[in-house]
């Protein structure tokens, strides 16, 4: 995975409520078996009409919005359990997703995949929001290493939680099976200094 410490970027925003894993990424389009070409099929049915054409009005059809931080209404990645929902946000560009709430299983799955998600408050995410429709170009800064987002425009901020583990593996770049070969040396010494040998 590509590390991760801090983003400066305007953001696309996307302000409807329980947001589900089947509307990230419709099941029809789950039968790739790597993780690229999701991101062609991100809210495949509110991106397109019937005839394949882009809906103008949908937020990430909208020139107007660029940006590598989606921010999404209340309750975020709830439904099933499909990986593949953190695949295709990351796969369109997307490096970090902030909500007031997101359901565990995607929050999870965003973590080991690299994404970030960044649970803010009701409040602080109305006024992102705000300030997006405002000005459209508005920038957030996510801070990882601080673990706090800021808006660029007001500079007001605030702190979001995450496992400090998941935290460690996003600084470094690493996946699980990344980590445990970062500690083969301590691994090794442990080894050679157990009391009990097999």
């Given amino acids: 995975m590509k590390k991760f410490e801090k983003l400066t970027s305007a953001v696309v925003p996307l302000s409807i409520e329980n947001i589900d894993t089947d509307q990230i990424i419709p099941a029809r389009f789950l039968k790739a078996t790597t993780r690229e070409g999701f991101g062609d099929n991100l809210f495949r049915d509110w991106r397109f009409d019937s005839n394949n054409e882009p809906k103008p009005e949908f937020a990430l059809n909208n020139a107007?919005?660029?940006?590598?931080?989606?921010?999404a209404g209340k309750n975020f990645g709830c439904g099933s359990s499909r990986e593949h929902a953190a695949w295709a946000i990351q796969d369109y560009g997307f490096d970090v997703v902030i909500s007031s709430f997101f359901a565990?299983?995607?929050?999870g799955?965003?973590?080991?995949?690299?994404?970030?998600?960044?649970?803010?408050?009701d409040?602080?995410?109305?006024d992102i929001f705000n300030e997006v429709a405002k000005d459209n170009k508005t920038?957030?800064?996510?801070?990882?290493e601080t673990?706090?987002?800021?808006?660029?425009a007001t500079g007001k901020s605030e702190n979001f939680e995450i496992n400090p583990y998941k935290k460690s593996c996003l600084i470094n770049g690493y996946d699980d099976i990344d980590?445990?070969?970062s500690q083969k040396e301590l691994i090794e010494i442990y080894e050679e200094n157990r009391p009990f040998k097999y």
């Fill in 64 to 71: 107007a919005y660029k940006g590598k931080i989606l921010v």
């Fill in 104 to 107: 565990d299983i995607f929050k």
């Fill in 109 to 121: 799955n965003a973590l080991n995949n690299g994404l970030l998600p960044v649970q803010v408050s």
């Fill in 123 to 126: 409040a602080f995410l109305a």
């Fill in 139 to 144: 920038q957030l800064t996510v801070d990882l």
């Fill in 147 to 152: 673990q706090q987002v800021t808006i660029e």
């Fill in 179 to 181: 980590f445990i070969l």
